[in-house]
């Protein structure tokens, strides 16, 4: 038997508000399988589970705030059997069992658990999770901004669908509703989309990398502006960080990402970024003290490299999706990758394992016209790396002075873990791969 806990989501994380199941008793669950929802300063998060078995018991109850580590729920591993994993557990009385009965040995059911079939999104699922009891799914910042302009969420959901209720959504169902038309009247037209498109995106822009300026209403980002400050005045306080800079010659390598790209279908090109964090993937290989976590007075290295990338959305402030195993995957693997991520986090469905384990950090201003960025660590993580924008500048190639497209490079750096001379090993590293991005 294991517990399944509230997982840390950042080192901001102290706990989170439970929102919803999405298995029930008895139900067989698979290693990644998305099995809840609980909602976070960074907003409502689908959280999977690691292990194989069958659900025995469900603690947590929508609405409840939840510590980092308290246990939500119970599955029997291996041969066990889950209703006798469910009867010798000392704890609330478990929820039905798939197919509405309850588990044998206990009292009335007390929570209501999602059917293992989720509804298909739109009017529909919103009734079902008002029947359900389920709250509808909104973020904190919407919530609060809901009882300021005594907007009903339930109704709002109604419109909106499955799709995350934004600030926007309620602060355009209160201007409409301002002419005594409630929520529930609002058409759809009038509503933003929520949801991202039936039909597969376009490979994101080197813009959707980076943070962008919060719009008009920033009160969208509230919490999740408390949520960086508060990591990043830790940053800034404990940590002494040290900044190192570099101009890298990009030209061949953006010559051989044009090529590659004609190899490629339309859905399947890649962009530069990509080219660049599979270098930082491979520098990161040969200089590992920059990949891991400062932890109780000491670096903890990391074997596994994975990359979180700042991400800017859209109704503001930022989150970090990772890309997991970064310096193994290959250049339409990353591409992949990060589409989804991306994907994911501008349609409010990031997943626990896009934020949970990230080993370093990457920011990327460079679309927005910064040609170089120096960033404040993330904790516990020791290093972030900046990319500025791509310039053509004058330089000098063998005796003679080009025209070439050069690229800034930073790194950010913790000095209790590292310092200068491991930095600069670093950034020589990277400039390597970024001159030669066909070397394996």
């Known amino acids: 038997m294991i517990e399944f806990r509230m997982p840390s989501l950042g080192a901001d994380m102290e706990d989170g508000v439970f929102v919803e199941w999405r298995v029930a008793p008895g139900q067989r669950v698979e290693r990644g399988q998305v099995v809840c929802v609980v909602e976070t300063q960074k907003g409502a998060i689908e959280v999977e589970l690691w292990d194989a078995g069958t659900v025995a018991q469900l603690i947590a109850a929508p609405g409840q705030r939840i510590p980092v580590g308290r246990a939500m729920a119970r599955v029997a591993t291996g041969d066990e059997d889950w209703q006798a994993v469910a009867a010798s557990a000392a704890s609330p009385a478990p929820v039905a069992a798939a197919g509405g009965a309850p588990s044998s040995g206990g009292p ?42 005594d907007v009903d969420l339930d109704a709002l959901a109604a419109v909106t669908g499955d799709a995350p209720i934004s600030v926007a959504d309620v602060e355009r169902a209160a201007a409409v509703s301002a002419a005594t038309v409630s929520p529930a009247a609002v058409s759809p037209a009038m509503m933003p989309t929520a949801m991202p498109p039936a039909t597969p995106p376009a490979p994101p822009s080197a813009a959707s990398l980076t943070p962008a300026a919060p719009a008009a209403g920033a009160g969208a980002a509230e919490s999740m502006r408390a949520a960086i400050s508060a990591a990043m005045a830790r ?54 003290d920059l990949n891991g976590r400062f932890v109780d007075g000491r670096l903890q290295r990391s074997e596994a490299i994975h990359i979180g990338v700042v991400t800017s959305l859209r109704g503001g402030g930022i989150v970090v999706p990772t890309l997991h195993d970064a310096d193994r995957l290959e250049l339409p693997e990353l591409m992949a990758a990060l589409r989804d991520g991306l994907a994911r986090a501008r349609s409010g469905r990031l997943r626990s394992s896009d934020l949970a384990d990230s080993t370093v950090t990457v920011t990327n201003l460079g679309d927005l016209g910064v040609e170089t960025v120096y960033g404040v660590i993330y904790p516990p993580q020791v290093a972030l790396i900046g990319l500025g924008r791509v310039v053509t500048r004058p330089v000098v190639r063998d005796g003679a002075i080009v025209a070439a497209r050069t690229m800034n490079v930073t790194l950010s750096g913790d000095h209790r873990a590292t310092d200068g001379l491991t930095g600069a090993r670093f950034l020589a590293a990277l400039r390597e791969r970024l001159e030669h991005p066909e070397m394996p």
């Open 235 to 288: 940053s800034k306080r404990e940590i002494p960080h040290y900044y190192l800079g570099s101009e890298v010659d990009v030209e061949h390598a953006q010559q051989w990402l044009e090529r590659f790209n004609q190899t490629q279908p339309l859905a399947g090109r890649v962009l530069f970024a990509a080219v660049a964090l599979r270098a930082i993937g491979r520098a990161l290989r040969e200089v590992p």
């Open 108 to 149: 009335a059911p007390a929570l209501a658990a999602r059917p293992a079939v989720q509804p298909a999104a739109g009017p529909a699922a919103a009734q079902t999770r008002s029947r359900t009891g389920l709250p509808p799914r909104a973020s904190p910042a919407a919530r609060r901004r809901a009882a300021e302009l």
